[in-house]
């Protein structure tokens, strides 16, 4: 890093500690150390959202995203339909970049220790055994060189459906404070722990309502979103034995979630799961103006909800709360 880009860099830092900064501040730091940040995925994801913000075709989302809807194609294709998948025979490409997309799905250390293969080894061996004609659109196997850990192995991986996020609040705060050490920026790692909250709202205002291309029929997008979208107003709990309890719900954390389509008897079905989580309280962190108090069905006026409504632009208001972006 050139020595005038690193004092404007420390310029943000310091200005970042003190807690007086905006989501201009945080995306600015991201852009000024996206170049100097080899070896953090995750805030190199971040960083290449600043930059790219409208139409994503790659990175750390689009791949959860990608294996989702894939995921959801193959479930359709062969366990909804109950029909096996013959690796003896030539299949469609994309199955194969299923497989390698759900290794990096598996929990640490269960291919080790289920099939004694690391999942480096694993991707290396599907891609030099599972050889693909461009013209047909199909992979075939070539058998030699194979043994039985490694089948079973592939048929583990594609035995399931993770909605595992792809990175979390966390993991994105162990990487800023990574490439702030890197780059021997001079900081309080305690301080960006304390203010882990806040920066992460401002990657919220990032993630929310961009759009990738994960080589489907129709576009994927983010979105934030809460645990739940509504929770019961002014409802008084009651024991069996009809006395009032004290009984609370709430939003839950906030979210960014992914959603992606898949073709289905001619229709579009939507399917959506977490693409990055936080330990950001929806209540604590959202502003009383994405709530509204409604009825919670049509057909029965007296029973009411508070709703939560994350649906249009946000943005950042005075008190640091995601809020309606003015129109």
């Not at 598996?106 to 220790?113: M, S, V, Y």
């Not at 075939?140 to 089948?151: A, D, F, H, P, V």
């Not at 960014?256 to 330990?279: A, I, P, Y």
Request: charged residues 30%.
């Amino acid at each position: 890093m050139k020595s005038v880009e690193k004092i404007k860099t420390q310029k943000l830092v310091t200005r970042i500690e003190s807690g007086n900064f905006d989501e201009n501040d945080v995306d600015s730091l991201f852009m000024k150390l996206r170049a100097y940040s080899y070896g953090f995925s995750v805030f190199r994801e971040i960083a290449d959202f600043v930059a790219h913000n409208d139409n994503r075709d790659r990175g750390l989302a689009k791949q959860s995203l990608e294996n989702m809807y894939l995921s959801m194609r193959f479930f359709l294709e062969f366990n909804a339909t109950k029909k096996s998948l013959d690796l003896s025979k030539p299949f469609p490409i994309w199955i194969k970049k299923l497989m390698i997309l759900q290794v990096g799905k598996c929990e640490k250390g269960a291919l080790k220790e289920k099939f004694n293969v690391n999942p480096e080894r694993l991707v290396k061996r599907i891609k030099k055994h599972f050889k693909e004609d461009a013209e047909s659109g199909l992979v075939i196997w070539s058998k030699e060189g194979i043994n039985g850990n490694t089948l079973k192995a592939i048929q583990y991986v594609m035995s399931f459906i993770s909605g595992r996020a792809a990175f979390t609040q966390d993991d994105l705060i162990h990487d800023l404070i990574g490439v702030l050490k890197k780059n021997r920026i001079d900081f309080d790692p305690l301080v960006f722990e304390g203010l882990s909250d806040k920066i992460t709202v401002c990657v919220l205002l990032l993630l929310h309502k961009t759009q990738f291309e994960i080589g489907g029929h129709k576009t994927a997008f983010c979105s934030v979103a809460a645990e739940k979208s509504r929770i019961p107003h002014n409802v008084q709990y009651v024991d069996t034995n009809g006395n009032p309890v004290d009984h609370h719900e709430f939003f839950g954390p906030l979210f960014v979630t992914g959603t992606v389509f898949v073709e289905r008897d001619g229709k579009d079905l939507g399917v959506s799961h977490s693409v990055m989580s936080t330990n950001l309280d929806a209540e604590t962190w959202c502003s009383q103006k994405l709530m509204r108090i409604e009825p919670w069905a049509d057909d029965n006026p007296n029973s009411l909800c508070k709703k939560l409504d994350l649906d249009d632009d946000l943005t950042v208001d005075e008190d640091f709360k995601l809020a309606p972006s003015p129109r």
